[in-house]
């Protein structure tokens, strides 16, 4: 129906390859993508039990007379309609509120930091927030504008992981891009993960939808990694079976994007997937 | 009894995302735990009583128009039989000796029959024109019907009935059903049939029981068709 | 590690599942205490920075100290925190209307700090409103750690406003009632509980580190009628005084905004020319407890003019204070300019009528105070019990009504809004549980829409409609274009009823020649509030809900009627 994607531009030559990115995921999940081109470095998110203030770095706001031309210019030329979100509610004169009942949210690995900042293994502490906060996947872009084609969902048997399991054949199904699955094998076997999704009746979707199913067996997960392929859309939770959920993401989550350079569709805790 | 949010939903009579609202801002006694709900019945039931609000689970919908197949022409006029040949000089010989040869009804109800036929004639005539006549009570039998009928009758000479055409009538169709919604829609597809002037043609033919089914099994074909 | 994780959501125990109030109430003691706290250190902060700046008084250049203070404070606001500019109590009662009370844990404790540099320095203005900020921020963040639902985490916020004012007066009523008049909006058995329980505890928590004391202490006053007969006059002159200051407050607001400078430098010209008023009239600086306390004593010796030249001049400096940046509330301005302004007009009772012996002065000052404060905040209840409180003078309490009473309907009537609302009214944000404003704007298109409509193509034939018309239950019928599927218009049963017993027009008229076109269309995330205008505009009871150019659903005013109903039962019995 009516189901969105939340992309804030940044007028430069890295937002324009975010914003690349996001009409590529928009197109293959079908989802129109909605931009806020910001007027102020400060907006406001309240989510259903948090508010998150967002304070963008400088460079969202460069030169703000071209931003719309170019953002326009962008969508058209991929044959998508330009929908501008235009704040309705402001908490203060200069603190807008954005609305959060979007499906999806794409953002850079940092929003409040210098562009030169942004490297592997670090992602900012907003979008870090978003991601605990937020009923939504947050699309966690490659610094550089690639078309995935395939998926592949990290799945280690945790709630969050379900979660990731379930989108991962969300896209699969709308998108039709191949999809495999990755789990790394510690300490337990091949077969209680097996077990774990016939206890969730999910072994019909399994053969449906998913190519292959690798199982990871190498000592440490940084060296599983290169298995996966360098041009899939990686899925995955963003807490495991950890108890501590705070600033940090869980143990795999941390090491995973600290790896690899693909794009990161990341499910919170708040996220509940259909399939 | 453990109910999920969209049952809870539904017996609201509400859409989920108003319900999802009210959870989030604390208006209606369910507890959200991470991904799932928990919901309570009867804290539930005792809630909506607070508030006025209707709460019942929605009944199946079985509204007796779709649990029956709706009847159609063909078992009714089985039912009913075809009359060759039909003696009467009027209107109403022609009528007493068409309910006489009715088959199923009893002979008080036959009695009855002729005098609703009678009634119905005396306010408007059936002749609906091009020769045919679709007598029928106005409001359906005393006694209960399990399953309409339509009488066949083609008659021995053509009969002034008094049609809307003025024409001379060679054929009624007897109609009785059990409420008058069946009525209604057994005359709304006769007259689909009727309105086909080959039809009428047809009819005048006198034809045998076997081509005129087979004729209207065709008419409910293409019925069927545009319906769906 | 279940069990680990369930703690988390308290909300869940069994205990407190069926009825939450004893949960609130366990909330409400930690939320009383803590910004009880918060208050206790904003205070401790004043009062060292009163002692280190006393001896600086006599050099020259002392009138840059609020200028200093100012620009810091708004420096740190604007670069440290990263806060952005807000006039913190109308930020908290627009969060407690649309957002069920959510505030930034950075509130807590950022406006502590800048309003401590703004008052400090010298700056006119209180720390009220801060430590409100602060104890509602607390009271939030409290609840978002418990994963409370809104409604709860609506009363922890005011908990945490009950505690902060019982705090700093010493006064637990008027903390109590203010955060229900002012904050919350409406009384109701589950919000009364938790909140008086955190004003006690903000209460005992001041008690405790500071002493029981209240703040004005005051002689007997003996009241006669005609004292209370004069009461009215004083209304009057307290009406005026509060709408002097709204109207100052608000210009210089403007004039600040057009001065094409950083925000520091702003808060520091407006801190300049309070500290150069100061110069002249120091009761002008500060939040200005001393002066209170001189003139309910009535040892303020001065004459009318005087007197009557500092209540103008505190009013300016407020407005110089606030309007240009800095940080801080009006409560202790108004306490000042109140009890200044009944010196006033005691002392020109004295002059027009020497001959009647009135009640000493002291008493116009507390009733001047009174006024003031019913009439800034429109909130008449609070000012009574704060006024009795802080000066434990219940035998003025009929003289207190009066003049409570009289300076709000004035005020109401010239101001229809409060200042702390004003700014929320204009933009239509001040959402009041059970009133239509607040009912619209929870309720969402997305929940109205009805989907049984059945949609056809501008290709079709009349003939074909028909069949559809006879299978449909709706009078309206969306026309999508065939290839695209985008919606076109509308076709209205009412439109085709001339031509439905028409044969000769079934196989030659095409749907798109009768469709609708210049329809006016609803979007899903539009506000119900503008979607009923629209309709009630073209005089319409349907409309179509159009996304991406596809027609969705039908959103009615019957659907609306019973959704909006239940609605309200919901939230107000």
New interface residues.
């Given amino acids: 129906m009516n189901h969105q994607l939340l992309h804030i531009f940044r007028n430069s030559p890295l937002g324009r390859e975010t914003l690349l990115q996001s009409i590529y995921f928009s197109k293959q999940a079908k989802v129109s993508p909605v931009i806020y081109i910001p007027k102020s470095t400060k907006f406001l998110m309240y989510f259903e039990n948090d508010v998150v203030q967002i304070d963008l770095d400088d460079s969202y706001l460069m030169s703000p007379d071209t931003a719309l031309e170019h953002a326009t210019e962008l969508l058209e030329q991929a044959g998508v309609e330009p929908r501008f979100l235009d704040p309705k509610h402001y908490t203060a004169s200069t603190l807008p509120d954005i609305h959060t009942n979007f499906d999806y949210m794409s953002c850079p690995r940092s929003i409040s930091d210098l562009s030169s900042k942004i490297g592997l293994g670090y992602i900012g502490p907003r979008v870090r927030r978003i991601v605990k906060s937020a009923q939504f996947p947050v699309l966690i872009t490659s610094p550089v504008y690639k078309e995935w084609e395939s998926i592949a969902v990290f799945f280690g048997g945790s709630v969050n992981a379900f979660n990731a399991l379930k989108l991962g054949f969300r896209i699969c199904r709308i998108s039709g891009m191949p999809l495999d699955v990755f789990t790394l094998i510690e300490n337990n076997s091949q077969e209680s993960y097996e077990k774990l999704i016939t206890d969730e009746d999910l072994e019909k979707e399994m053969s449906r939808y998913v190519n292959n199913w690798h199982f990871l067996k190498n000592k440490t997960l940084e060296e599983n990694l290169y298995d996966v392929p360098h041009n899939a859309l990686v899925v995955l939770g963003a807490y495991g079976h950890h108890l501590f959920k705070t600033f940090v993401f869980g143990n795999k989550m941390e090491k995973i994007q600290s790896t690899i350079s693909n794009n990161l569709l990341i499910v919170g805790p708040n996220y509940t997937a259909a399939i | 009894m453990k109910m999920t949010i969209h049952e809870v939903a539904q017996c609201l009579n509400l859409h989920v995302s108003t319900i999802e609202r009210w959870i989030r801002q604390g208006r209606i006694p369910i507890q959200k735990t991470g991904n799932g709900y928990l919901v309570n019945e009867s804290a539930l039931k005792k809630w909506a009583k607070m508030y006025r609000l209707p709460f019942s689970m929605p009944e199946k919908v079985k509204s007796r128009e779709y649990e029956e197949k709706p009847e159609n022409l063909l078992s009714a006029m089985n039912r009913g039989g075809v009359l060759h040949d039909l003696k009467g000089d009027d209107m109403e010989t022609a009528l007493k000796s068409a309910v006489e040869h009715m088959p199923v009804l009893s002979k008080t109800s036959k009695k009855e029959l002729y005098r609703l036929l009678l009634e119905r004639e005396h306010l408007t005539s059936t002749g609906i024109g091009k020769g045919v006549a679709i007598p029928h009570p106005r409001d359906p039998l005393s006694d209960t019907l399990k399953s309409p009928i339509i009488s066949t009758c083609f008659l021995e000479k053509p009969i002034d009935f008094g049609a809307v055409d003025d024409r001379p009538v060679f054929v009624m169709f007897i109609l009785l059903s059990q409420s008058i919604k069946i009525h209604l829609h057994l005359l709304s597809r006769f007259s689909f049939c009727v309105r086909d002037n080959s039809f009428v043609e047809f009819l005048k033919t006198s034809p045998d029981d076997a081509s005129f089914f087979a004729k209207i099994a065709d008419f409910e074909k293409q019925l069927d068709r545009a319906d769906t | 590690?279940r069990i680990?994780?369930s703690w988390r959501?308290p909300?869940?125990w069994t205990i407190f599942?069926?009825d939450d109030r004893l949960l609130l109430i366990l909330a409400a003691i930690i939320v009383g205490s803590c910004s009880g706290l918060a208050s206790v250190v904003l205070n401790r902060l004043l009062m060292a920075m009163f002692n280190w700046f006393h001896h600086l008084r006599h050099y020259w250049w002392v009138f840059v100290l609020p200028a200093i203070g100012a620009a810091l404070s708004s420096l740190f606001l604007e670069k440290i925190v990263?806060e952005?500019?807000?006039?913190g109590v109308p930020?908290v009662i627009?969060?407690v209307s649309?957002?069920?009370g959510?505030?930034?844990f950075?509130s807590s404790f950022s406006r502590l700090i800048s309003s401590a540099l703004t008052i400090g320095s010298g700056g006119s203005a209180g720390p009220e409103a801060p430590v409100v900020i602060s104890g509602a921020a607390i009271g939030s963040n409290i609840a978002?750690y418990f994963?409370?639902?809104?409604?709860?985490r609506v009363t922890l916020v005011g908990c945490g406003a009950a505690g902060a004012i019982s705090s700093i007066f010493n006064a637990p009523i008027a903390g109590m009632v203010f955060a229900i008049e002012v904050i919350i909006g409406e009384w109701k058995s589950v919000n009364i509980v938790p909140i008086a329980i955190a004003s006690v505890m903000g209460t005992e928590i001041s008690r405790i580190l500071q002493g029981n004391q209240i703040p004005f202490t005051h002689r007997l006053f003996n009241i006669n009628h005609m004292d209370i007969l004069a009461c009215v006059g004083l209304a009057v002159l307290t009406a005026a005084a509060s709408i002097l200051l709204t109207r100052l407050l608000r210009s210089m607001d403007k004039i600040a905004k057009k001065v094409p400078a950083p925000l520091w430098i702003r808060a520091a010209i407006g801190g300049c020319a309070v500290g150069l008023i100061g110069l002249f009239l120091p009761e002008v600086l500060g939040k200005g407890y001393h002066v209170v306390q001189t003139t309910i004593e009535g040892a303020f010796s001065q004459g009318l003019i005087i007197v009557g030249l500092a209540t103008i001049a505190k009013i300016v400096a407020t407005a110089l204070t606030l309007g240009w940046g800095g940080s801080g509330g009006i409560f202790a301005p108004c306490l000042v300019i109140g009890s200044l302004a009944g010196l006033t007009y005691h002392h020109g009772l004295a002059l027009l009528w020497p001959s009647v012996s009135w009640v000493n002065q002291g008493c116009f000052a507390l009733l001047g105070m009174a006024g003031l404060i019913s009439g800034m905040l429109q909130a008449p209840l609070t000012g009574i019990f704060l006024i009795v409180e802080i000066t434990g003078g219940y035998e003025v309490i009929l003289p207190l009504i009066i003049v409570s009473a009289i300076t709000t309907s004035l005020c109401h009537y010239i101001e229809p809004a409060a200042y702390y609302m004003k700014e929320l009214v204009d933009?239509g944000?001040l959402l009041r549980p059970g009133t239509d404003a607040r009912v619209l704007s929870?309720l969402?298109v997305?929940?109205?829409i009805e989907k049984d409509c059945i949609a056809v193509t501008q290709n079709m034939l009349l003939r074909d409609f028909i069949?559809i018309v006879k299978k449909s239950h709706r009078n309206y019928f969306p026309v999508e274009n065939e290839e695209t599927g985008h919606f076109m218009g509308i076709i209205h049963l009412d439109d085709i009823r001339q031509y439905l017993f028409n044969p000769v027009m079934y196989d030659t008229v095409f749907l798109g020649q009768i469709m609708n076109t210049r329809v006016e269309v609803v979007y899903?995330?539009d506000?119900l509030a503008d979607v009923i205008r629209k309709m009630d505009a073209n005089r319409l009871f349907s409309m179509p809900v159009v996304?991406?150019?596809r027609f969705?659903g039908l959103i009615s005013k019957g659907s609306l009627l019973d959704?909006y109903r239940?609605e309200l039962?919901?939230?107000t019995?």
Avoid at chain 3, 147 to 152: C, G, I, M, P
């Fill in positions: 590690m680990f994780q959501y909300a869940n599942r069926l990263k952005g500019a807000g006039h930020e627009y969060s649309r957002y069920g959510l505030l930034r950075r978002k994963s409370l639902n809104d409604r709860q933009y944000h929870d969402n997305s929940e109205l069949s899903p995330d506000d996304v991406n150019n969705i959704q239940r039962m919901v939230q019995s």
